[in-house]
């Protein structure tokens, strides 16, 4: 589960202020797990109110990188740049494409043959 910010800090501020233990927020704040907690208070500690922001789990999707590459720049692309993407795109299709063909043979290669 997601928490917000300020629902971290509000968090924290009770623990410190109250002088209540990490399960004790548990329980109050209706949190899983106390190590999520533990975990808010390290990263505090260790970076302060930036510690505590949401990031991004996970590898970013290829078509993310594209967007970012475009937005960058607001000018229109150059007709040699939108080659070049098209042939990256077709690229990567083909390669996709040669890893199927790859994997429907290894599949077949496994089958019994019904002779």
């Known amino acids: 589960m997601s928490y917000s910010l300020n629902f971290k800090v509000k968090v924290l501020k009770t623990i410190e202020t109250e002088h209540i233990s990490q399960r004790e927020a548990c329980i109050r704040f209706n949190i899983a797990a106390q190590s999520t907690v533990l975990n808010w208070q390290r990263n505090y500690e260790k970076s302060g109110i930036l510690g505590l922001k949401n990031n991004p789990k996970g590898r970013p999707g290829i078509m993310s990188d594209y967007k970012r590459k475009k937005r960058k720049s607001d000018k229109p692309l ?20 040669k890893k199927l063909d790859a994997l429907t043979l290894k599949k077949n290669k496994q089958r019994p043959s019904k002779d």
């Open 78 to 97: 150059t007709r040699e740049e939108e080659l070049l993407l098209e042939n990256e795109r077709l690229r990567a299709e083909i390669d996709f494409l």
